[in-house]
Nanobody, 123 residues
Framework: QLQASGGGLVQAGDSLRLSCVAS????????MGWFRQAPGKEREFVAA???????VYADSVKGRSTISRNNAKNTVYVQMNSLKPEDTAVYYC???????????????????WGQGTLVTVSS
């Protein structure tokens, strides 16, 4: 089970840190990813960190976001800075594994999904 939190209403230029806590004892063996879905749009990849701590980012957030994980706390974070109105979406965390070899950017890699947390960025 994945529980995402940290969303909210912010102004353009502000920062947010989203968190996702996972249940279970094998968190460290899972890829962890963040995806988002804006109203009327397809779900899209945001950022991911592999079980071996490799990180990848979507071009749309690269340079503005940092993903990290704390295996002792079963938690993955994404710090998002310089937020833009186009970042408005429901953000979902996802877990793929254990020890998946799938692409971090592909939603097909992830077999567990959280409920989502809404981020609204006003201009």
């Amino acid at each position: 089970q994945l529980q995402a939190s940290g969303g909210g209403l912010v102004q353009a230029g502000d920062s947010l840190r989203l968190s996702c806590v996972a249940s279970g004892r094998t968190f460290s063996s899972y890829h962890m990813g963040w995806f988002r879905q804006a109203p009327g749009k397809e779900r899209e990849f945001v950022a991911a960190i592999s079980w071996s701590t490799s990180k990848v980012y979507a071009d749309s957030v690269k340079g503005r976001s940092t993903i990290s994980r704390n295996n002792a706390k079963n938690t993955v974070y994404v710090q998002m800075n310089s937020l833009k109105p186009e970042d408005t979406a429901v953000y979902y965390c996802a877990a793929g594994g254990p020890y998946s070899s799938g692409s971090l950017r592909s939603s097909d890699t992830y077999n567990y999904w959280g409920q989502g947390t809404l981020v609204t960025v006003s201009s």
